[in-house]
């Protein structure tokens, strides 16, 4: 069973930082064009994602944090994070990391991820 798992979620204040983690357990890896993890997070009725990673390395970043965000994989760990500065307070959401299980490209759109976390809140204060 696939399992995902966020924590770093916190409060903090505008133009502080942040680290997010989720660990990933579980998974195998068995589709040659790769796989992907996301962080999303919600914007209105919808999770959107904010930054994407292929198995092959590529990052794409939602314009919303693009140039204030990070995303990594630590594999020897199974755990892909999410790095925010400059913070601000329209951040304040809930931040779900998503695996996409066999994806030669990588979505920002929920629909294309097969397992998520259950989310970590991060609140901005001013």
């Known amino acids: 069973q696939i399992k995902l798992m966020e924590s770093g979620g916190e409060s903090v204040h505008t133009g502080g930082s942040i680290r997010l983690s989720c660990v990933i357990s579980?998974?195998?890896?068995?589709?040659?064009?790769?796989?992907?993890l996301a962080w999303f997070r919600q914007k209105g009725a919808l999770r959107w994602g904010v930054a994407t990673l292929?198995?092959?390395?590529?990052?794409t970043y939602d314009d919303l944090v693009k140039g204030r965000a990070t995303i990594s994989m630590d594999s020897a760990h199974n755990t892909v994070s999410l790095e925010m500065t400059r913070l601000r307070p329209e951040d304040t959401e809930v931040y779900y990391c998503?695996?996409?299980?066999?994806?030669?490209?990588?979505?920002?759109?929920?629909?294309?991820?097969?397992?998520w976390g259950q989310g970590t809140q991060v609140t901005v204060t001013a």
């Open positions: 998503a695996l996409e299980r066999r994806g030669t490209w990588c979505s920002k759109f929920e629909t294309y991820y097969d397992d």
């Open positions: 579980g998974f195998t890896p068995d589709f040659d064009g790769g796989y992907c």
């Open positions: 292929h198995s092959s390395g590529a990052t």
